[in-house]
Nanobody, 115 residues
Framework: QVQLVESGGGLVQAGGSLRLSCAAS????????MGWYRRSPGNERELVAR???????DYADSVKGRFTISGDNAKNTVYLQMNSLKPEDTAVYYC?????????WGRGIQVTVSS
């Protein structure tokens, strides 16, 4: 079973930055995509950003230009650099990994942006 270890969340003021990390215990040659979703109170979980094993990225419109996703294939780790954070970015962020054999979710990490 793939294990995902998330880190980097916390409380930040509007306009600030945070970087999320997710380390996956998975054979890197089987990974198809790694990414982040989020769920805020009263809303469904939504895609924030994802990156394919080939480096192709995809972002939600609401975070384009502010968030950057990157991956370290050697470490099986995906990062989400979040800049110019807004109160509406407040949510639980979940790491998501799709491999040829499984789909895995992290436990979630809280990001809170104060106004």
């Amino acid at each position: 079973q793939v294990q995902l270890v998330e880190s980097g969340g916390g409380l930040v003021q509007a306009g600030g930055s945070l970087r999320l990390s997710c380390a996956a215990s998975v054979n890197r040659f089987t990974v198809r995509t790694m990414g982040w979703y989020r769920r805020s109170p009263g809303n469904e979980r939504e895609l924030v950003a994802r990156i394919t094993s080939g480096g192709i990225t995809d972002y939600a419109d609401s975070v384009k230009g502010r968030f950057t996703i990157s991956g370290d294939n050697a470490k099986n780790t995906v990062y989400l650099q979040m800049n110019s954070l807004k109160p509406e970015d407040t949510a639980v962020y979940y790491c998501h990994v799709v491999s040829y054999m499984s789909i895995s979710w992290g436990r979630g990490i809280q990001v809170t942006v104060s106004s």
